[in-house]
């Protein structure tokens, strides 16, 4: 700790930091713009100016910049100083020379950082009266709106975009006094996370442009904390609503999690919600026109479940407390975990190696500070793209620490240290049978089958002591390569090895946990991170249940005759003639879900049910930690949660295991007492009755505009507002106005900090941790005592079958995910997902022209699919887009054989 003073006032500080960073954390409104946490200081904006003194006698002082100066014990330093005052107040006025003054139709209007500075400093009037230089915007694609007048050249965009999160097509082009942030030329930004610079800039130059279709300020919103629906990591949301649609999805600072960022999928794949495939009202068949109340549907469904045998499918995209609350309506011996066999066993190899290994599974802020990282059979960037995010700040851990030991700098001095640093990396090494994005910082890479890969990561696991079988038969080139990273691995103090579900094979994720398992076992400190499909599929696997085709069993044998379905579309989990087999023997299916789909064409009831911004729930990440969203609106007509759904119907049916349970709480209660795994649910957030002041926290800003007239072309009144009796939050403008728990914060604002940046104001320490904690809480923490579960089977070599074709899954973050396709944006950008790749000798071996359409019958079902050459793939290994609209290839891999012909068949 060092002691300086400010203003005369002595202040205990850490060291390591810069004076913009304590000045903030300290609670003092110093104006910025090029600094940013996440992305240190580089002095380009000169907004932070403070005087700093030799002594107590030292009365004249030297202006310095905050951002570049370190603390220093003893130093004394003013920010009300005339002149740093009066410095700052000319600096601004300089940066707003030729900015256009358009804050009346700007979308950042109300939420912009330049406005909260420009007041901060006192620059009321401008002093420029001549022509503004002018610059053309650029078409940047769906998610990003350009507007390059607006410019003050803090050059954050660049350095977010190019620096931190390693793209390649968004640069500054400059000549004498003209500055331009942009492409060569419009088009779409490649980046997976461009939508960041909608928040990283401190103006509007880049907004959202989703946003802009359906405009709102931010002022007029009602806001509530959420969690990502789009992987299986978690990250943490705020969504924004006016007029019951959701507006605007904005990240919501987790210092665990995804701190200050989000990728496209999570930031713009939210138009689901406002969809006009919504199904919106109860519906039963055969009924005059389908549609009927919510009471009769109450009542015809219980009279169901009392007089016949019923099974429940539950399912990953749905909450916690959906999913416990159907397990309890069917009974747990009825209950169907609703993931396809390859999901559901790599889900529960995840789980077994989570709760039963020693080794921890790190955050994603944890993961950012490895010093070598392996990646096996992983292509992040579209699986888990925030990790593959982290992965870009991990390896340059290594020579950071380097620079900083060679030319004394902190960390936070970002410029000098990427001089320093080049363009070395630290070491990463990839094996996949695909290129990655990654690929550009690897030491290593190694592409073959995945069974194959599985053996290299084998023999390193067996080189650092695990008690595997002998992996015989590598070449020489596989050998060296695992001398390479057994060295590498060795030398690491904190190595990263992550696995996952990406390529079909679960060996590569039981390789990745022997290596992990093997370090600790030798003394070092290992994380281990594995990817999952789906938002909530770890939490489901933690409540347990039967395989989805066991169902079909259920049903042939006469131990059921009705099915409920939550949230799930069944054509995607299996092989259709399966869910066909289920809707044959089922005298009714019950479907609770939020989208038609082929699963809601086939059910005989229909329950509309709210998505994630119309619903309370907790889902459980990858890292095992679970999260609670809220509900944003309350939604028209009978939409509702489908835990409540539930509840209704358990009442009528006289189901005593949910006896007496009514609210969010109550469920959370039952469901953690009843599941000891779970228990520590129940302390995720404060329960309903929790006040501060008295009062609830509001979702609605103080400035909350217009609520009389929403309504007013039905009554010229104004409602009273929906009452929330689930959570502490309330559904208005009124309530308390301080710095709410961290997971019941809806948005962040703070007097005089109208932007995001405001979140400063919110951590312990700046970019650490919120006051009291993160959101969320851990259910799986390493086993450290007993004998360590290796997994000693070392898999057999691939060997390509004369004949046959092993297909892949791809997977895409544009164009995978169900939900995340009913936005236009994101459908816009998903690759052609009708075609097969390839090796080419395997197209000449077959006589199939490349780019030819080719028939295939997998299992009885047909699909016309252009053949596209990849020489990546080896022999007898075909690849195909996972998530491909209407197909039925549900579980890859999978094996088809040729008849010498172009139309292969089922083996």
Same mark, same amino acid.
């Given at each position: ?164 999160? @390693? ?10 006094? #003209? ?33 802009? !279709? ?51 999928? @999570?930031?713009?794949?939210?138009? +689901? ?57 069917? @009974? ?11 999901? #559901? ?157 990406? %390529? ?26 594995? %990817? ?85 729930? %907790?889902?459980?990440?990858?890292? @095992? ?61 404060? %329960? ?69 940046? !405001? ?52 997977? !895409? ?42 028939? +295939? ?51």
């Amino acid at each position: 700790m060092a002691t300086i003073f400010i203003d005369n006032k002595p202040y205990e500080v850490k060291d390591g930091k810069n004076l913009l960073e304590v000045c903030l954390q300290l609670g003092l409104n110093l104006p910025y713009f090029c600094w940013h946490p996440s992305l240190g200081s580089v002095g380009a904006c000169r907004q932070c100016a403070i005087k700093s003194f030799k002594d107590e006698d030292d009365t004249k002082g030297r202006i310095v910049m905050s951002c570049m100066e370190p603390v220093r014990d003893k130093m004394r330093i003013s920010v009300e100083d005339k002149d740093a005052t009066s410095f700052r107040e000319h600096v601004i006025g300089w940066l707003m020379t030729n900015h256009p003054h358009d804050c009346a139709v700007c979308d950042e209007g109300g939420s912009c950082h330049l406005q909260d500075m420009t007041v901060m400093t006192g620059h009321s009037y401008r002093d420029y009266r001549f022509t503004k230089r002018t610059y053309n915007n650029q078409d940047l694609g769906p998610f990003l709106n350009h507007e390059m007048n607006r410019c003050i050249q803090c050059y954050r965009c660049v350095r977010f975009y190019k620096d931190y999160a @390693g793209g390649k097509d968004l640069n500054v082009f400059a000549a004498h006094n #003209h500055v331009y942030f942009g492409r060569q030329q419009s088009g779409t930004l490649e980046s997976e996370f461009s939508g960041n610079l909608a928040e990283v800039c401190p103006t509007g130059v880049f907004t959202d442009k989703t946003l802009k !279709s359906h405009y709102t300020r931010k002022w007029d919103m009602t806001y509530a904390p959420s969690v990502c629906q789009g992987c299986s990591l978690g990250c943490n949301i705020s969504a924004g609503e006016r007029y019951g649609s959701i507006r605007q999805i904005v990240n919501r600072y987790n210092g665990d999690v995804n701190g200050y960022f989000l990728c496209d999928r @999570g930031r713009y794949g939210y138009e +689901f919600v406002n969809s006009d495939q919504r199904i919106v009202h109860p519906a039963i068949r055969p009924h005059h026109n389908g549609t009927s109340s919510r009471e009769y549907i109450i009542q015809e469904v219980a009279a169901k479940l009392r007089n016949g045998k019923t099974i429940g499918i539950g399912s990953p995209r749905a909450s916690l407390e959906s999913n416990f609350v159907l397990r309890q309506l069917v @009974g747990a011996e009825h209950f169907y975990l609703g993931m396809s066999d390859t999901d #559901h066993d790599h889900t529960n190899i995840a789980l077994k190696i989570l709760r039963d290994g020693p080794v921890r599974t790190p955050s994603l802020h944890e993961a950012e500070q490895a010093d070598m990282v392996l990646i096996l059979g992983e292509d992040l960037t579209n699986t888990a793209p925030m990790l593959a995010l982290a992965v870009r700040q991990a390896v340059r851990q290594v020579p950071m620490h380097e620079a900083m030991e060679q030319v004394h700098l902190a960390a936070w001095h970002d410029a000098a240290l990427r001089e320093a640093m080049q363009e070395t990396k630290g070491p990463l090494f990839i094996l996949h049978t695909f290129p990655t994005k990654l690929d550009e910082l690897a030491t290593g890479i190694h592409r073959d089958a995945p069974e194959n890969l599985a053996r290299i990561a084998y023999a390193v696991s067996r080189q650092l002591g695990a008690p595997v079988t002998e992996v015989k038969n590598l070449n020489d080139t596989e050998q060296a390569l695992v001398d390479q990273i057994t060295a590498a691995l060795k030398a690491a103090k904190r190595p990263l090895i992550i696995g996952g579900y990406g %390529t079909g094979y679960d060996h590569l994720m039981k390789a990745a946990a022997n290596i992990s398992w093997a370090l600790m076992q030798g003394g070092a400190q290992p994380m281990l991170s594995l %990817t999952l499909p789906e938002c909530n599929s770890l939490g489901l696997e933690m409540l347990g249940g039967h395989r989805l085709d066991s169902a079909v069993d259920a049903l042939k044998n006469g131990e059921a005759d009705t099915v409920i379905v939550l949230e799930n579309d069944l054509y995607r989990r299996a092989d259709k003639h399966v869910i066909d087999e289920i809707f044959r023997h089922a005298k009714d299916v019950i479907l609770a879900d939020h989208l038609y789909n082929p699963t809601a064409e086939k059910a005989t009831v229909l329950l509309p049910v709210g998505t994630f911004a119309e619903a309370d729930g %907790t889902i459980v990440n990858n890292e @095992g930690r679970a999260q609670r969203y809220y509900q944003v609106y309350v939604p028209k007509g009978e939409i509702q949660e489908s835990w409540r759904w539930f509840l209704q119907i358990a009442e009528k049916a006289g189901v005593e295991r949910l006896h007496g349970l009514h609210l969010l709480d109550d469920v959370v209660w039952a469901m953690t007492t009843t599941i000891p795994a779970l228990a520590a649910v129940a302390h995720l957030a404060p %329960t309903a009755d929790f006040r501060m002041a008295g009062q609830k926290i509001p979702r609605e800003p103080h400035r909350y505009s217009g609520r009389t007239a929403m309504l007013a072309n039905e009554n010229v009144s104004e409602p009273k507002p929906p009452e929330d009796e689930d959570t502490p939050l309330s559904f208005t403008m009124e309530g308390f106005r301080g710095e709410a728990p961290a997971p019941l914060i809806p948005f962040f604002w703070t007097p005089g900090w109208n932007s995001v940046q !405001s979140v400063n104001k919110y951590q312990s320490e700046i970019g650490g941790h919120l006051h009291g904690g993160d959101p969320g809480k851990r259910l799986l923490e390493p086993h450290v005592n007993g004998s360590i579960p290796f997994f000693t089977e070392t898999p057999q070599p691939y060997l390509p079958m004369p004949g046959h074709l092993h297909v892949m899954p791809v997977f !895409s973050i544009f164009g995978s995910d169900e939900l995340s396709m009913h936005t236009p944006g994101i459908a816009s950008r998903a690759q052609d997902f009708f075609c097969i790749y390839m090796n080419p000798e395997d197209l000449h071996a077959w006589d199939i022209t490349p780019g030819s359409w080719v028939n +295939f019958h997998i299992q009885g079902h047909a699909y016309l699919l252009s053949a596209v050459p990849n020489n990546w793939l080896p022999r007898g290994i075909a690849a195909m887009n996972a998530g491909l609209p209407g197909s039925q290839i549900i579980d890859l891999p999978q094996c088809i054989r040729f008849n010498n012909s172009e139309v292969p068949s089922t083996t």
